[in-house]
């Protein structure tokens, strides 16, 4: 769950009385703070088309059209010719309800580019919604158009003989349909958010939480492979995602060295970070132990210049990116 943004917290902190109520009308429970981010995002997402468009009414020219009409005129024309190019007959009786879904789903993937906010499209009930709308709209137009039956025909295809495979390939096809489109902005949001955090984010904090939720994400695959499991007799099968010799090696004196990197040296390091970081050390152990062994094995055989183990260790953590 993502943290509170600003706007939430000011709505939570003086409008929950307001939301518990718009919650009670659909018969959830209430809530000490009922605002969710994506919520207020697309509160504001309305606010600010309602405001653009309160502001180019009163200016619309045809003599000298001003520099938000004319990009508002841009975004229309190109509406308007891919409906035509989709739906074709009747196609501007549906640019209303293009346009709208159009600069709305625009408007909530950018407004997350702006720190302090977030797309609310990167929470899968936004864009379910717009995907249902869609749903539900095409649908009605052509019963409205065709009459229940003829629309239900449709489905059944031209082939008299084939019609019961057809009209379940068609179901299933068209209800298949907002899930795709759920899906495919979701995604897409969702994945362009986290990258956004990471390279925006400078704070402490954040970049202690993004490295939690990297460490975890590696700590829950089960990701061993056949040379890691055949390099060492001693070896025990995985468990919980990580093997025993991380925690437990070896002490005689040959186990204690793996790839001239001394484990000891290894372990104090991974709990400095643990602490650092304000990571279990069970899972930051299992993930830089074997990025550090695998990093070693990939090491060219040529010669190169002795390091002690304090400088081996930093030459691998260049290795894998710095993430020690």
Same mark, same amino acid.
């Given at each position: 769950?993502?943290?509170?943004?600003?706007?939430?917290? #000011?709505?939570?902190?003086?409008?929950?009385?307001?939301?518990?109520?718009?919650?009670?009308?659909?018969?959830?429970?209430?809530?000490?703070?009922?605002?969710?981010?994506?919520?207020?995002?697309?509160?504001? #997402?309305?606010?600010?088309?309602?405001?653009?468009?309160?502001?180019?009414?009163?200016?619309?020219?045809?003599?000298?059209?001003?520099?938000?009409?004319?990009?508002?005129?841009?975004?229309?024309?190109?509406?308007?010719?891919?409906?035509?190019?989709?739906?074709? !007959?009747?196609?501007?009786?549906?640019?209303?309800?293009?346009?709208?879904?159009?600069?709305?789903?625009?408007?909530?993937?950018?407004?997350?580019?702006?720190?302090?906010?977030?797309?609310?499209?990167?929470? !899968?009930?936004?864009?379910?919604?717009?995907?249902?709308?869609?749903?539900?709209?095409?649908?009605?137009?052509?019963?409205?158009?065709?009459?229940?039956?003829?629309?239900?025909?449709?489905?059944?295809?031209?082939?008299?003989?084939?019609?019961?495979?057809?009209?379940?390939?068609?179901?299933?096809? !068209?209800?298949?349909?907002?899930?795709?489109?759920?899906?495919?902005?979701?995604?897409?949001?969702?994945?362009?958010?986290?990258?956004?955090?990471?390279?925006?984010?400078?704070?402490?904090?954040?970049?202690?939480?993004?490295?939690?939720?990297?460490?975890?994400?590696?700590?829950?695959?089960?990701?061993?492979?056949?040379?890691?499991?055949?390099?060492?007799?001693?070896?025990?099968?995985?468990?919980?995602?990580?093997?025993?010799?991380?925690?437990?090696?070896?002490?005689?004196?040959?186990?204690?060295?793996?790839?001239?990197?001394?484990?000891?040296?290894?372990?104090?390091?991974?709990?400095?970070?643990?602490?650092?970081?304000?990571?279990?050390?069970?899972?930051?152990?299992?993930?830089?132990?074997?990025?550090?062994?695998?990093?070693?094995?990939?090491?060219?055989?040529?010669?190169?210049?002795?390091?002690?183990?304090?400088?081996?260790?930093?030459?691998?953590?260049?290795?894998?990116?710095?993430?020690?």
């Amino acid at each position: 769950m993502h943290e509170e943004i600003w706007l939430t917290r #000011v709505f939570n902190d003086n409008l929950a009385g307001l939301g518990n109520m718009l919650l009670g009308l659909f018969g959830q429970p209430t809530m000490e703070r009922p605002w969710a981010n994506f919520i207020v995002m697309q509160l504001l #997402v309305v606010a600010i088309i309602v405001i653009l468009f309160a502001i180019i009414k009163p200016k619309l020219s045809v003599d000298k059209p001003g520099k938000l009409q004319q990009t508002f005129e841009l975004i229309y024309d190109f509406i308007k010719t891919q409906a035509h190019d989709m739906v074709g !007959h009747d196609a501007d009786r549906h640019t209303t309800l293009f346009g709208t879904l159009f600069v709305f789903i625009l408007l909530c993937n950018l407004i997350g580019i702006i720190p302090g906010l977030e797309s609310p499209t990167q929470v !899968h009930y936004v864009p379910a919604g717009c995907a249902l709308i869609a749903f539900f709209y095409y649908n009605f137009v052509g019963i409205m158009k065709n009459g229940p039956l003829k629309y239900l025909k449709h489905f059944a295809g031209p082939i008299w003989w084939m019609a019961p495979l057809m009209f379940i390939i068609e179901v299933i096809s !068209h209800l298949a349909r907002p899930l795709s489109l759920t899906i495919r902005l979701f995604a897409n949001m969702y994945a362009g958010e986290e990258v956004t955090l990471v390279n925006g984010t400078a704070t402490p904090q954040s970049q202690k939480e993004w490295l939690r939720r990297v460490d975890e994400a590696y700590f829950s695959m089960d990701s061993g492979s056949d040379d890691d499991d055949n390099d060492n007799d001693n070896d025990v099968p995985m468990t919980n995602g990580y093997r025993d010799k991380v925690h437990h090696p070896a002490t005689n004196g040959d186990a204690a060295i793996i790839n001239n990197i001394n484990i000891t040296k290894i372990q104090a390091l991974l709990t400095h970070w643990s602490t650092l970081v304000a990571v279990p050390l069970q899972t930051l152990a299992y993930t830089s132990y074997r990025q550090v062994e695998s990093d070693v094995g990939k090491t060219s055989k040529a010669k190169v210049k002795v390091l002690n183990d304090t400088e081996r260790i930093a030459q691998i953590a260049g290795l894998s990116g710095g993430g020690w």
